[in-house]
């Protein structure tokens, strides 16, 4: 597992939550000054990962997450509170999400293992109870015994 919560197959695979930008890159790629990165960094809107040395290491993620800021409060007019409140109401919800998926896995699990078992219970009836209807259309259960060799 990553610091973040997630699983990685490879440690050398790349993907957009691997920590690989400077703070000086990720300031270019973002069109953020440095200063605003450690900014955000402290308020708690951006996290980035850091190394032995305490330096940050930005991922796509986290410059993709910097845009947002910087649009939500540019765009938008929205205060850092405000975003901050924003963004952790979408990781509940994505988290939610996730929840549900797993909870519907299980659903789907338990909803195996009754049918199975409903398939025993069947299975194991008494054979020699038959539902009986006559003409006046009533049930009735009778039991059917086979003839005796005399």
Partial sequence: MDSR???RRNPYELTEESPVYVISVAAQLSGLH????RQYDRLGLVSPDRTAGRGRRYSARDIELLRTVQQLSQDEGINLAGIKRIIELENQVAALQ???????GALEG???????????VHASYRRDL????????TSALVVWRPKRSE
């Fill in 5 to 7: 919560g997630g699983q």
């Fill in 34 to 37: 440095p200063q605003t990165l």
């Fill in 98 to 104: 996730q929840r549900v998926v797993e909870l519907q």
């Fill in 110 to 120: 338990a909803a195996s293992t009754m049918q199975q078992r409903e398939a025993a």
């Fill in 130 to 137: 038959v539902p009986y209807q006559d003409v006046q259309q």
